[in-house]
C-alpha cells in the first residue's frame, strides 16, 4: 500500500524535543468519522500501545468469534482523541471509511515499530514493509 508522506512526517522520531519519549502522535483522517449530528472529525491522536492493550482484546467476545475484529477493538484503546468526541469506541472505529481504517493501521504499525521498511531486491527503491498486512489478520 502506498505510504502517504503527511503519514511519515507524522510520526517523526521517537524521542520529544525535550528528550523525553514520544507516547503521542497526532493523525488527520483522510476522509473522517461522520458523526450522528453530521459533524466531520478529522483530527485526533494515537498513543503508543502497551502490552495489556495487545493482550486485552483477546478475552472480548467479538474477537473470540471474529479475529479480524481484534484491530478495530485495539484502534479503540489506543486513539485517545479523535475530534471532539468525548471517546473512542469499537463502534466509531467500525463505523470509519476504509481509507480512514487503512490510514489508522499504518500509523499503529510505524509508531509500534512493527512496519519494517524494505527494499525492492532488484532495483533497491524503498517499499512500504507491512507487506499490506491490517491489524487483526494472520
Known amino acids: 500500500m502506498h505510504q502517504t508522506s503527511a503519514l511519515r512526517t507524522a510520526v517523526g522520531p ?9 507516547t503521542e502522535f ?6 473522517g468519522y461522520i458523526d450522528d449530528r453530521g459533524t466531520v472529525h478529522r483530527k485526533g491522536a494515537m498513543r503508543l500501545a502497551t502490552a ?10 467479538r474477537v473470540r468469534e471474529n ?8 484502534l479503540s484503546l489506543v486513539i485517545v482523541r479523535l475530534g471532539t468526541l ?6 466509531i472505529v467500525e463505523s470509519l471509511f476504509v481509507q480512514d481504517l487503512a490510514h489508522l493501521q499504518d500509523l499503529y504499525a510505524q509508531i509500534n515499530g512493527l512496519a519494517a521498511p ?3 531486491p532488484s532495483c533497491g527503491t524503498a517499499v512500504n514493509g507491512s507487506g499490506g498486512d491490517r491489524l487483526g489478520e494472520s
Open 14 to 22: 521517537a524521542r520529544s524535543e525535550d528528550g523525553g519519549l514520544r
Open 26 to 31: 497526532d493523525f488527520e483522517l483522510p476522509v
Open 52 to 61: 495489556r492493550d495487545e493482550l486485552g482484546p483477546l478475552v472480548d467476545q
Open 67 to 74: 479475529p479480524s475484529y481484534l484491530g478495530i477493538v485495539l
Open 86 to 91: 468525548p471517546a473512542v469506541y469499537p463502534e
Open 118 to 120: 524494505a527494499s525492492c
